[in-house]
């Protein structure tokens, strides 16, 4: 079982920025991938970006040029960098691991972007 706990969520205006963390409960290195999701009311579920082990990234093609993944393999932990943000950009964030092609999920954070 992994555990994830994320942070970073909040609310911003149009434009601004916020970083999100996922900090995992075991070594990032035995993962197979890492990347976050996001769901808005009444939307599906939907992929924002993911990193590979090999470092192999996919982003949502509404996110291309504003979020940026990373991760820190010293803290275990996975970012979600988000410039330009835009108020269809509101949704609850969710960090989602695969170990051995097992998925574990967080528990969410809510970003909003309003003015």
């Known amino acids: 079982q992994v555990q994830l706990v994320e942070s970073g969520g909040g609310l911003v205006q149009p434009g601004g920025s916020l970083r999100l963390s996922c900090a995992a409960s075991?070594?990032?290195?035995?993962?197979?991938?890492m990347g976050w999701y996001r769901q808005a009311p009444g939307k599906e579920r939907e992929l924002v970006a993911m990193i590979t082990a090999g470092g192999t990234i996919n982003y949502a093609d509404s996110v291309k040029g504003r979020f940026t993944i990373s991760r820190d393999f010293g803290k275990n932990t996975v970012f979600l960098q988000m410039n330009g943000l835009k108020p269809e950009d509101t949704a609850a964030y969710y960090c989602?691991?695969?170990?051995?092609?097992?998925?574990?999920w967080g528990q969410g954070t809510q970003v909003t972007v309003s003015s």
């Open positions: 989602q691991v695969n170990r051995r092609n097992n998925l574990y």
């Open positions: 075991e070594s990032i290195f035995r993962l197979n991938a």
